[in-house]
């Protein structure tokens, strides 16, 4: 009887276990065998060659970042088309909580290849960000780790004529905080650069915090520190992307002039006060 008893507890507690686990996957978009199955996995091809410049674009999405990740949707609509064509945009994410699934075990954990590297990539980058969902940690050595060792490992950038360089890959950090699992971004960051020089690190910083500079010290990136300001964000943006100055504004001018000519077309006229 006792030994009954003791087999049916242990069928509990693993049940408990499972189900812990499988609740705690749907949170944090965990990998299981049924999953796996039923989506379509981001992967890097084995080898990609970019003549351009190879930006990667990493979005915190912890709890704090809704109002800032809803503007630099609006933004980069205006900023990613004015980009060289030659250039290939990826966008990762950390601390997102979305529906879709990815491969770590926990919040710590959480960061996941939206899109990889691709020339006139804006409406698969404007897609992924509004499809992510903030409410996670922040796991920026995490995060930083799998764009270095994974996103950016089999890229090679190339000149016209097929000759390697080293030079040209660029991540742009966009976050409002600093380490939120234990890392130590800074410390991977400067070992890491003792072994290789062709890696820049942008930060935007949304807040008064600057304790990620040294990613940016450390790689000959630029730090930009937004602190609450949407003009500053804009404006951060666009410098880390290379447009010039006012393109935001610019784009947001004319499709307002195109929506003003299209409602009109419609026999709507604007009355002026």
């Given at each position: 009887m006792?030994?009954?008893?003791?087999?049916?507890l242990?069928?509990?507690?693993?049940?408990?276990?499972?189900?812990?686990?499988?609740?705690?996957?749907?949170?944090?978009?965990?990998?299981?065998?049924?999953?796996?199955?039923?989506?379509?996995?981001?992967?890097?091809p084995?080898?990609?060659?970019?003549?351009?410049e190879a930006?990667e674009?990493?979005?915190?999405?912890?709890?704090?970042?809704?109002?800032?990740?809803?503007?630099?949707r609006?933004?980069?609509?205006?900023?990613?088309?004015k980009?060289p064509?030659?250039?290939?945009v990826a966008?990762?994410?950390?601390?997102?909580?979305?529906?879709?699934?990815?491969?770590?075990?926990d919040?710590?954990r959480a960061?996941?290849?939206?899109?990889?590297?691709?020339?006139e990539?804006?409406?698969?980058?404007?897609?992924?960000l509004?499809?992510?969902?903030?409410?996670?940690?922040?796991?920026?050595?995490?995060?930083?780790r799998e764009?270095?060792?994974?996103?950016?490992?089999?890229i090679?950038?190339?000149?016209?004529?097929g000759?390697?360089?080293t030079?040209?890959?660029?991540?742009?950090?966009?976050?409002d905080g600093?380490e939120?699992c234990?890392g130590n971004p800074?410390?991977?960051?400067?070992?890491?650069?003792?072994?290789?020089?062709?890696i820049?690190?942008?930060?935007?910083q949304?807040g008064?915090d600057?304790?990620?500079?040294?990613l940016t010290q450390?790689?000959?990136?630029?730090?930009?520190?937004v602190?609450?300001s949407?003009?500053?964000?804009e404006?951060?943006?666009e410098?880390a992307f290379?447009?010039p100055?006012?393109?935001?504004?610019a784009?947001r001018?004319?499709?307002s002039?195109?929506?003003n000519?299209?409602?009109?077309?419609?026999g709507y006229?604007?009355i002026k006060?």
């Amino acid at each position: 009887m006792k030994l009954l008893l003791k087999k049916w507890l242990i069928i509990f507690f693993l049940f408990l276990f499972v189900l812990c686990n499988s609740v705690r996957a749907e949170k944090y978009n965990v990998y299981t065998p049924t999953t796996y199955k039923q989506i379509q996995i981001v992967q890097s091809p084995k080898r990609s060659n970019i003549e351009g410049e190879a930006i990667e674009l990493l979005v915190d999405y912890s709890g704090s970042m809704v109002p800032w990740i809803n503007l630099a949707r609006e933004t980069l609509i205006y900023i990613l088309p004015k980009i060289p064509k030659t250039s290939a945009v990826a966008l990762r994410v950390f601390g997102d909580v979305s529906s879709n699934t990815y491969s770590y075990f926990d919040s710590c954990r959480a960061t996941r290849l939206v899109s990889y590297f691709k020339k006139e990539n804006q409406s698969n980058i404007i897609k992924g960000l509004q499809q992510a969902k903030v409410g996670g940690n922040t796991p920026i050595e995490y995060a930083l780790r799998e764009t270095v060792n994974k996103d950016l490992k089999n890229i090679k950038i190339v000149s016209n004529d097929g000759k390697s360089v080293t030079q040209n890959k660029k991540i742009i950090l966009v976050t409002d905080g600093g380490e939120g699992c234990g890392g130590n971004p800074c410390a991977y960051i400067r070992d890491l650069m003792k072994m290789r020089n062709d890696i820049q690190i942008d930060v935007i910083q949304l807040g008064y915090d600057n304790s990620l500079n040294c990613l940016t010290q450390a790689s000959g990136g630029k730090f930009y520190s937004v602190s609450g300001s949407r003009q500053k964000f804009e404006s951060a943006l666009e410098d880390a992307f290379d447009v010039p100055k006012g393109t935001v504004e610019a784009g947001r001018n004319n499709a307002s002039i195109q929506n003003n000519q299209q409602t009109e077309q419609r026999g709507y006229k604007f009355i002026k006060f």
